[in-house]
T-cell receptor
Framework: QQQVKQSPQSLIVQKGGISIINCAYENTAFDYFPWYQQFPGKGPALLIAIRPDVSEKKEGRFTISFNKSAKQFSLHIMDSQPGDSATYFCAASMQGGSEKLVFGKGTKLTVNP | KAGVTQTPRYLIKTRGQQVTLSCSPISGHRSVSWYQQTPGQGLQFLFEYFSETQRNKGNFPGRFSGRQFSNSRSEMNVSTLELGDSALYLC????????????FGPGTRLTVL
């Protein structure tokens, strides 16, 4: 059973546009939701994270929107740049859980110049 | 502060062999987790170590094992390699067992022939 479902698998956006990636989770015990960015040949790097007591968190051009009742959260990249082209992973975890982090399958973002 | 380092970066083995991968966490970090990344299954949690003890384990066969040393450095071992073990193996460190934020290394690319 896939605990965190991520969509879309791939996304193509024009420079300056808004990139939106969505994730849905099943386990209501999850209490930490990070987004990771991964470039080819590199390990995932933490981008931004949110906890369920907050509905939105913004850091620069990156915003997480969190909907607890719908068990969904999304990443918005404003003014997308070619340098943002990477694979993005949402994840979830909970204190005392058997897995440190449960990841979505990833979204490959391509930002065209 | 230096990031998470993993050695070797690339490995080629044949079926039936065993392999040992090494991870040095960020200085001061005491929790080390291992993940397997494949195109088909994405990022999957293998196990987590803290204070030289395995604290959590993912759904992988017993051929996958690990250990942590008193300086928090960690190794993982895969015995009787199978073709399906070809993957990027990622190590991540966090400050403490309860800490949510994990920092990933660049990974070890294992190819099993």
């Amino acid at each position: 059973q896939q605990q965190v479902k991520q969509s879309p698998q791939s996304l193509i956006v024009q420079k300056g546009g808004i990139s939106i990636i969505n994730c849905a989770y099943e386990n209501t015990a999850f209490d930490y939701f990070p987004w990771y960015q991964q470039f080819p040949g590199k390990g995932p790097a933490l981008l931004i994270a949110i906890r369920p007591d907050v509905s939105e968190k913004k850091e620069g051009r990156f915003t997480i929107s969190f909907n607890k009742s719908a068990k969904q959260f999304s990443l918005h990249i404003m003014d997308s740049q070619p340098g943002d082209s990477a694979t993005y992973f949402c994840a979830a975890s909970m204190q005392g859980g058997s897995e440190k982090l449960v990841f979505g399958k990833g979204t490959k973002l391509t930002v065209n110049p | 502060k230096a990031g998470v380092t993993q050695t070797p970066r690339y490995l080629i083995k044949t079926r039936g062999q065993q392999v040992t991968l090494s991870c040095s966490p960020i200085s001061g970090h005491r929790s080390v987790s291992w993940y397997q990344q494949t195109p088909g299954q994405g990022l999957q949690f293998l196990f987590e170590y803290f204070s030289e003890t395995q604290r959590n384990k993912g759904n992988f066969p017993g051929r996958f094992s690990g250990r942590q040393f008193s300086n928090s450095r960690s190794e993982m071992n895969v015995s009787t390699l199978e073709l399906g073990d070809s993957a990027l193996y990622l190590c991540a460190s966090s400050f403490a067992l309860e800490a949510d934020t994990q920092y990933f290394g660049p990974g070890t690319r294992l190819t099993v022939l």
